[in-house]
């Protein structure tokens, strides 16, 4: 079983699906779709405690991935972005496709959902990648890669 969740629970718990797993990942991106969707519709410069919010549950989902991943080969790709990074986007994307589903043109439509399937696609590569040991991460200060 790979430690992280395959991208079609990830999804699913970004919007608002109860997964079957309780996969420590899975929480975060449900609380992480729900802030997005409440970003989206709050007034300006009322974002403070939603951003915050998301910050801690980006922190959690990069402590527990350096907690429960192998550690990666010294020689293995450096990732631009941590998961729980990743994992936030992925969230405002799908956040951002459903609302287009609703209220814009079916071309911005296309391009949220299209967004939405790339990154999908990339976090699934990661997940591969970082459970082969074939890529690093950068660590919770963004300086170096994690230390074990």
Same mark, same amino acid.
């Given at each position: ?5 395959? %991208? ?5 718990? =970004?919007?608002? *699906? ?9 929480? =975060? #991106? ?11 519709? $709050?007034? $300006?410069? #009322? ?23 192998? %550690? +990666?080969?010294?020689? +293995?790709?450096?990732?631009?972005? /941590? ?7 992925? $969230?405002?994307?799908? +956040?951002?496709?459903?609302? /287009? *589903?609703? =209220? ?7 391009? #949220? #959902? ?5 990154? +999908? ?28």
């Amino acid at each position: 079983m790979p430690l992280l969740p395959p %991208k079609h629970l990830l999804l699913q718990a =970004c919007r608002g *699906l109860p997964p079957e797993d309780r996969h420590p990942v899975l929480h =975060c #991106a449900g609380l992480l779709a729900d802030l997005h969707e409440r970003r989206l519709t $709050a007034a $300006a410069g #009322a974002t403070g405690f939603i951003d915050h919010e998301r910050a801690r549950m980006v922190l959690d989902i990069d402590r527990w991935v350096a907690l429960e991943l192998p %550690k +990666a080969a010294r020689d +293995a790709h450096l990732h631009t972005e /941590t998961v729980g990074t990743v994992v936030d986007r992925l $969230a405002q994307f799908s +956040a951002l496709a459903y609302l /287009t *589903l609703a =209220c814009a043109p079916d071309e911005t439509m296309h391009e #949220a #959902a299209t967004r939405l399937s790339e990154l +999908a696609l990339a976090y699934e590569h990661l997940a591969d990648e970082l459970a082969a040991g074939r890529r690093r991460l950068p660590n919770l200060t963004g300086n170096r890669e994690y230390e074990y």
